[in-house]
């Protein structure tokens, strides 16, 4: 993750003078954010980016041709760089899909426009996104009922723990008709994602720092 400094440095992937023009008042209202001052389309891209190094990269995914594969070049080719993905409303379908690319934060325009400061310094900030989460997560309701936990653990390498973890989590489906949650315990080494054929570029601590903008659909998905 880069590290913020006094002042985060932000590119603007679109091709929308009006969209442009509405992030570049919405920031200059903040003065440790700075929208550099950049024309950026699919040729130019690793260019500019390179050359201005930025600390976060906005991609308007409404008005870009193939914004998928311009997410993926992104997040493929500088990784240092904090993919932030503009949707429409009708178009938070495909929310998924862009976290599942390497995007850090997805934000719905222009209904939450004046959550993007505070979306890209959340990105940064580990001590925000643990408060953010605590006090604005809309789809925690009521405790469920009859929860229970289950852990598998060994403190040796090999001894089997994700085939164990992910059968038990099966059978418990089958068995019980309930939704489980599977959490991999090791970040950096897991291989729960491999052993289900799931694809994904985020891990839950991820989604966590924006659970206030996430639908219930994109949670069950």
Same mark, same amino acid.
């Given at each position: 993750m880069v590290q913020l400094t006094n002042t985060s440095t932000i590119l603007i992937v679109s091709k929308n003078s009006s969209f442009i023009e509405t992030i570049r008042e919405l920031l200059s209202k903040e003065q440790d954010? #700075?929208?550099?001052? /950049?024309?950026?389309?699919?040729? =130019?891209? =690793?260019? *500019? @980016? +390179?050359?201005?190094?930025? =600390?976060v990269i906005l991609l308007d995914f409404t008005s870009l041709y193939q914004p998928y594969f311009l997410a993926h070049r992104i997040t493929s080719d500088f990784p240092r760089c904090e993919l932030v993905a503009i949707l429409a409303k009708p178009q938070s379908k495909y929310s998924e899909r862009m976290f599942q690319l390497g995007a850090r934060a997805v934000i719905q325009y222009p209904d939450q426009s004046n959550k993007l400061p505070e979306v890209i310094r959340n990105l940064f900030n580990p001590i925000e996104k $643990?408060?953010? @989460?605590? $006090?604005?997560?809309?789809?925690? =309701?009521?405790?469920? #009922?009859n929860q229970r $936990?289950? #852990? *598998?653990?060994?403190? %040796?390498?090999? +001894?089997?723990? $994700? #085939?164990? +973890?992910?059968? !038990?989590?099966?059978?418990?489906? /089958?068995? !019980? %008709?309930?939704? *489980? !949650?599977?959490?991999?315990? %090791?970040h950096m080494f897991g291989h729960v994602k491999l052993y289900l054929n799931m694809l994904t570029g985020n891990s839950i601590t991820d989604l966590m720092a924006h659970a206030n903008m996430l639908d219930q659909q994109l949670i069950e998905q």
């Open positions: 954010l #700075t929208l550099l001052d /950049k024309e950026l389309n699919s040729d =130019n891209l =690793n260019r *500019v @980016v +390179a050359e201005t190094n930025p =600390n $643990t408060e953010s @989460v605590s $006090t604005q997560a809309p789809f925690l =309701n009521d405790p469920p #009922t $936990t289950f #852990t *598998v653990f060994s403190p %040796k390498g090999g +001894a089997g723990c $994700t #085939t164990a +973890a992910i059968n !038990l989590a099966i059978s418990l489906h /089958k068995l !019980l %008709k309930e939704d *489980v !949650l599977i959490i991999d315990g %090791k």
